[in-house]
């Protein structure tokens, strides 16, 4: 193994963990990793001080690049857009910082960000990277990315989930959820509802979801309660572990998979997230793993 493939394969994780928490798509974030590879192997690394620092450097301004492109596919996604789901390994879990910035809702929250607030975002807040090291990632001054570091962190806080939620928690209220589908029964679901609970359901186009975003405890009950006679006694329910929290993948005998993940604010549900687009759910079969 030469050196360059070693240094590459020792920081693989942790490049794909950075461009999947700046994209939210494990599809681009494998794109950013090729091109990474490509141009680092031919880098003359002697002149290289730090390799895991400047392998970051690339990987983010690729992914910089490919998010500015992103928000543009997105601006014709059909109905509601969410993260990409991945199946996660405990240890991920057990890494309470790397599980709460790779949650669904948090990816969510990230996603208000403008691209280079969310790579200073990811760099600092998630990674710990010193800011000249993200200066140079960003191509900015190291005070300038003081200031943006800054502004996103008072924009991530007013956003973010309030507390950390303990995956007992979020079990709790899967489990509501799974009794729910499995017999009908829907008011321990409707007692974690939140009030202003929003349900998101991501079907791309090429799987039947609900367009738009549905707002209110109520609503979302009688849209729940119309399509539990459909699933009842025809799904399986699998407890998973998605994005370093618990959550839920349902199959139908239709061949359907839809994964379901939850945010949790006060002890109530406040977001509801369904994503059915077959082209999002090929790394739910397998455990991706992430590192910091």
Not at 206 to 228: C, D, E, F, N, Q
Not at 248 to 253: E, H, W
């Amino acid at each position: 193994m030469t050196v360059a493939t070693e240094a590459f394969v020792t920081h693989r994780n942790l490049l794909f963990t950075v461009a999947y928490e700046m994209l939210g798509s494990a599809a681009d974030a494998e794109d950013v990793l090729q091109e990474t590879w490509l141009r680092w192997v031919d880098v003359d690394l002697g002149a290289v001080r730090d390799q895991r620092a400047y392998l970051v450097r690339i990987a983010t301004r690729l992914a910089l690049d490919r998010l500015r492109s992103l928000g543009r596919r997105k601006e014709s996604y059909v109905g509601s857009w969410l993260p990409e789901p991945l199946l996660t390994a405990p240890d991920v879990a057990e890494d309470v910082e790397l599980a709460d910035s790779v949650s669904m809702a948090m990816l969510l929250v990230l996603e208000t960000l403008a691209p280079t607030e969310r790579a200073v975002f990811v760099l600092r807040e998630v990674f710990d990277l010193p800011y000249d090291e993200i200066a140079e990632a960003v191509d900015k001054s190291p005070a300038a990315v003081r200031q943006i570091a800054h502004r996103a962190r008072a924009h991530v806080a007013e956003r973010r989930p309030r507390d950390v939620v303990s995956p007992a928690e979020t079990r709790a209220a899967l489990d509501a959820f799974r009794r729910a589908i499995e017999t009908g029964a829907m008011q321990d679901l409707f007692d974690i509802l939140a009030p202003d609970v929003v349900l998101l359901s991501d079907g791309g186009g090429l799987s039947h979801s609900v367009p738009r975003p549905i707002t209110g405890a109520a609503k979302v009950m009688r849209l729940l309660a119309a399509g539990m006679p459909k699933v009842s006694g025809q799904a399986s329910i699998e407890p998973v572990q998605v994005n370093g929290c618990p959550a839920l993948i349902l199959r139908l005998g239709s061949g359907h998979v839809t994964v379901i993940a939850v945010r949790i604010d006060d002890g109530l549900i406040t977001g509801l997230y369904f994503v059915r687009n077959p082209a999002k759910l090929s790394r739910v079969k397998q455990e991706t793993s992430l590192t910091r």
